[in-house]
């Protein structure tokens, strides 16, 4: 009788082990769950801010009872809140596409200039420099090349990683431009920084869907892995240059058409 009792005991300490570690990692789940909402919620909430400033900046400008605007200035104010429209639509679209982790809206493809693209991000991100520290262009081809992808999700990713960047740089540079090889039709669009680089042992996490993330800099991780998925949506991917030896250098390769 005692030892029916004794095995008993073991197996009701066994279930209450197993339910014990069950809970612990649903407690694991809901709060990686938690910081991905709030990461989300925080990335989106700044992102958003840029293209909302600047269609109220234009408001302003056409509210001005004594302001002639000819048919051309018109037509690119006009052209300035739609592109401003449309990246707020193309930010809002994060949302479902990150809750339901389902396809999302589908590609635009359109014609654009990697050189304005470019300082497009340049402009949008001076405020999250350090003081001291220079957002240069390093220019690729001229003015008048352009390519064309969905150049909406191209500037989100950009974005991030531009913004990434400069909160890491304290002294130096954060560079911004981009490199097209017409052979294999791949745009590379590149951010590099002198900056303290990135710990060797967040070098395996950093893209990943908000694995593991360091809690010193959550919200850039998540910056990272949500630009990462979009650039694979763009059949594309960004990786480290591990030949950098200044701070770090990001790559960002999409395929293009001409």
């Known amino acids: ?146 390519v064309t992808s969905d150049a909406r999700i191209i500037e989100l990713v950009l974005n991030k990683l531009v913004r990434s960047a400069c909160i890491f740089t304290e002294k130096g540079e954060v560079g911004v431009g981009y490199q097209c090889d017409t052979g294999s039709r791949l745009l590379t669009l590149y951010v590099e920084d002198t900056g303290v680089g990135i710990p060797e042992d967040r070098k395996e996490h950093i893209f990943n869907w908000f694995d593991t993330p360091s809690e010193a800099s959550i919200d850039t991780e998540f910056d990272l892995s949500v630009a990462q998925r979009l650039a694979n949506r763009l059949g594309g991917y960004i990786r480290i240059d591990d030949r950098y030896q200044k701070g770090t250098r990001m790559e960002f390769t999409i395929p293009v058409r001409f």
């Open 1 to 146: 009788m005692l030892v029916i009792l004794v095995i008993v005991l073991a197996l009701v300490c066994l279930y209450l082990l197993f339910r014990i570690r069950s809970m612990q990692a649903a407690q694991k789940v809901s709060v990686k769950t938690d910081l991905m909402k709030t990461a989300f919620i925080k990335a989106l909430a700044r992102e958003i801010r840029t293209p909302l400033h600047s269609v109220s900046g234009l408001a302003e400008v056409i509210a001005k009872d004594d302001l002639y605007l000819s048919k051309g200035e018109k037509k690119n104010i006009s052209a300035q809140i739609r592109y401003n429209a449309d990246l707020i639509a193309t930010l809002l679209e994060e949302v479902t596409y990150f809750s339901s982790r389902g396809e999302g809206k589908e590609l635009v493809m359109e014609r654009f200039s990697p050189n304005l693209l470019c300082q497009r991000c340049i402009d949008a991100n001076f405020a999250n420099l350090k003081e001291g520290v220079k957002l240069c262009f390093r220019r690729g081809l001229n003015e008048d090349f352009f």
